[in-house]
């Protein structure tokens, strides 16, 4: 009896075709999905009014110690640190979904209509920092670490 070693090669060339995806780009470094997920400390927060310089905002040392939490399949949930900032459960949650580019997150939040983005400045393994507009006149940036 002949092998049917054709249709052996065939099946071995089409499941690795069909391989597991990887988390780093054709350069061989981390995506930027693969950088975001897990768990992040918020260490400063600061703000820009117009063109002007930032400055940390004495009110935004409560939020100096909160953690946000991203997930593989998109997820995203906000924690309020022991410094809270104000009344309420000191939680969020929602999506996040990173831009192709890298460039920007955008986020959605249950219970809040809408998309809203905030510009990556930095995204390393280590560290990422976010910028958003708040109003009209008035940027936030938010940086946390790993």
């Not at 990887?22 to 117009?50: R, Y």
């Not at 022991?82 to 997150?105: D, I």
């Not at 209509?113 to 976010?130: H, I, Q, R, Y």
């Amino acid at each position: 009896m002949e092998r049917p070693w054709g249709w052996v090669v065939l099946a071995m060339a089409a499941s690795s075709l069909s391989g597991c995806g990887s988390d780093t780009a054709e350069t061989g470094k981390p995506s930027g999905d693969s950088l975001i997920v897990g768990t992040w400390f918020q260490t400063n927060a600061e703000e820009q009014t117009d063109d002007g310089p930032w400055t940390e905002n004495p009110k935004d040392q409560c939020r100096k110690d909160n953690v946000e939490e991203y997930d593989r399949a998109g997820g995203w949930v906000w924690h309020d640190g022991a410094n809270r900032c104000g009344t309420g459960t000191g939680t969020a949650s929602g999506t996040w979904k990173l831009a192709p580019s890298n460039a920007t997150v955008t986020f959605t939040y249950v219970g809040t209509p809408g998309e809203f983005s905030s510009t990556v400045d930095t995204l390393t393994a280590t560290k990422m920092v976010l910028t958003f507009r708040s109003g009209t006149r008035t940027q936030r940036r938010d940086t946390y670490v790993k």
